[in-house]
């Protein structure tokens, strides 16, 4: 059966919901922009489901479900293609496993049975929250009423989807099947039931089939590509969902068959504009989907694919991409099995970007032919800033490419040639151009056949004035005196530019110290302030880690009082549960959800 628009999915159900075709004018004008990926007519489809209206025996929920709880399954045949379109779209959200709240003004505590299982026929609405349930808007605190405590599979927020606003709504999908695990009666009018949803031994009800259709017509002007049914990710689907414009997907295991699902939820739906994709099993293939997409998507400024395997021929692909891209700014490649042909690629394509700012390609075997290629493309490059070339085999021929483009590239500001086969004699090749650099603020080489330090470290630079107590403790990674200091420090302190022209965020983004970072980053540390190297702290960053760490932690002041002093605030689960009301103690000593209980 073909999907309909929702105008012709409705007309067979006219006698049943006269003002059908009015609900229907208002459904779409609400859902004109749609959201999670669904188009118009998918996302009306469900508004329209939660519309009421008077008489309420004619609202379209309340007649579907009366005829999804009668046998009589002819009664069904008009509302096919109604349910084909809001089961479409429905599937097209991503299965959310929690515990939610349902309610009914009536007792049905004979009704259930501890350990056995009944099937709901019809949707269901339910709410993450039990004080939404209670309001006298819902359910009420009076009268006989049955509280469902359920842990469902797979229910759907559909919050942005439905004409009630009420927060974390989630639809229950018809014929869902559950064992009743526990009952608690509170009071003389409230029961409490707990169930579990449960897989049956067959389908009781025939779901759409859904493909994960990546829209290549409309952004790469080419046919449109899909997923074989059989390919579905649910854990990444939810993984997305519940993440923002920072899309962090770093070691989820993720195959080729998983990118095109990226694309189209965390690319095209969200609008990321940060992509972490570091560790995962990405080849070739998976490249040449995210290439696609970097020719013409706008949003994306940031993607990091470090430690996958994309190999040369995947590198290729993404630097064709760069010759349209405008918008990408931070390119991490680090460890994916790149060579001379690779390199070879994105120098070329260094020559016609003029957005991308940073580029790592560092632990690839590219050696010196590789480094010969960035530096002829950087003499053209007026935009990269940042180069890590760290484990790619350069050896002291290499440096000679590099100082020769570095006597007239002074847009480059971070050249990084760590664990690279360079002796002193390479490195004074490299210091000789760097003396006539004047854009160039940090050059670091670390190298077991140099024979002693040729380029001091930052953060050691000498001063006559004593560093103050807290920068060490940042530097010298003490953890405990770094807090302790912390409770009496205002931003002033935390921010101070030492003798040495570092801030403590500076040295502890340099020596690796995750944890201080993480500290710093939470209770508001400028990352702003530039060293006297012209570095900010993000420049300063030895790993990835730490770097991600500016991305996921937002820049916010919120832990800070209006007198700048940082206030501290500790809260102990008992404290919770010690103001927790009656029926919260209940639950909480009935059922094995603490977590859930503890967030209402």
């Not at 269901?124 to 009268?143: I, N, P």
């Not at 009420?166 to 409490?192: G, H, M, R, T, Y």
């Amino acid at each position: 059966m073909p999907l309909l628009p929702l105008e012709k999915a409705v007309e067979p159900i006219v006698s049943c919901c006269p003002d059908i075709h009015r609900r229907v004018f208002i459904a779409m004008s609400n859902c004109e922009n749609s959201a999670d990926g669904l188009d118009q007519n998918e996302s009306a489809a469900i508004f329209l489901y939660t519309m009421e209206w008077e008489p309420r025996d004619e609202c379209l929920y309340y007649v579907l479900n009366k005829i999804l709880r009668t046998e009589n399954r002819q009664k069904l045949k008009p509302w096919y293609s109604y349910l084909r379109l809001i089961l479409n779209a429905l599937q097209k959200l991503p299965p959310q496993k929690l515990t939610v709240w349902r309610g009914v003004p009536l007792d049905l505590n004979q009704q259930y049975e501890i350990g056995k299982r009944y099937v709901w026929w019809a949707f269901s609405s339910c709410t993450r929250s039990l004080a939404v349930l209670e309001s006298e808007q819902f359910l009420g605190k009076h009268g006989p009423r049955t509280l469902f405590n359920i842990e469902c599979q797979n229910g759907k927020t559909i919050r942005s989807h439905s004409y009630i606003d009420v927060e974390d709504e989630i639809l229950l999908l018809p014929a869902a099947q559950f064992e009743v695990i526990s009952k608690l009666k509170p009071s003389s009018d409230l029961n409490i039931i707990h169930l579990r949803q449960v897989d049956p031994p067959f389908p009781l009800i025939e779901l759409p089939l859904t493909t994960m259709t990546v829209r290549l017509k409309s952004h790469f002007n080419k046919d449109e590509e899909q997923l074989p049914n059989s390919y579905q990710n649910d854990k990444l689907e939810q993984l997305i969902y519940t993440q923002g414009h920072d899309m962090d997907l770093k070691r989820q295991e993720l195959i080729d068959n998983d990118i095109p699902i990226v694309i189209q939820r965390a690319i095209i739906d969200k609008k990321c504009s940060y992509l972490n994709l570091r560790s995962n099993k990405i080849t070739e293939e998976g490249a040449q989907c995210l290439a696609k997409v970097l020719q013409s998507h706008t949003s994306l400024s940031m993607l990091q694919i470090a430690e996958n395997k994309v190999g040369d021929g995947g590198v290729h692909l993404i630097a064709q991409a760069l010759y349209k891209n405008t918008h990408l700014n931070f390119l991490d490649l680090t460890n994916n099995n790149i060579k001379h042909k690779g390199a070879q690629s994105l120098a070329e394509a260094l020559r016609a970007n003029s957005t991308l700012e940073s580029l790592y390609i560092g632990a690839n075997q590219i050696g010196d032919s590789g480094a010969q290629c960035f530096s002829a493309a950087l003499k053209h490059n007026t935009t990269l800033k940042t180069l890590s070339l760290d484990i790619t085999g350069v050896t002291d021929n290499g440096t000679i490419y590099l100082a020769e483009m570095l006597t007239t590239n002074t847009n480059l500001t971070n050249l990084y040639l760590d664990n690279n086969n360079l002796t002193n004699s390479g490195v004074k090749i490299l210091m000789d151009a760097v003396c006539n650099n004047h854009g160039l603020k940090r050059l670091d080489i670390r190298c077991s056949q140099m024979t002693k330090t040729t380029i001091p470290s930052p953060t050691t630079a000498t001063s006559s004035n004593k560093c103050s107590d807290f920068y060490l403790a940042c530097r010298n990674n003490k953890i405990e005196e770094v807090q302790a200091l912390l409770e009496t420090m205002d931003t002033n302190d935390i921010d101070r530019v030492e003798p040495n022209g570092m801030t403590a965020l500076h040295a502890a983004c340099f020596h690796g110290h995750l944890e201080i970072v993480k500290l710093l980053l939470m209770v508001g540390a400028d990352r702003a302030i530039q060293s006297k190297y012209g570095n900010l702290p993000f420049g300063e960053a030895r790993t990835d880690e730490i770097k991600e760490l500016f991305y996921l932690i937002p820049n916010s002041n919120r832990l800070q009082s209006n007198k700048g002093t940082i206030e501290w605030e500790i809260i102990d689960d008992d404290d919770i549960v010690d103001d927790a009301t009656q029926i919260r103690h209940l639950l909480k000593s009935t059922f094995d959800s603490t977590s859930e209980l503890t967030s209402m």
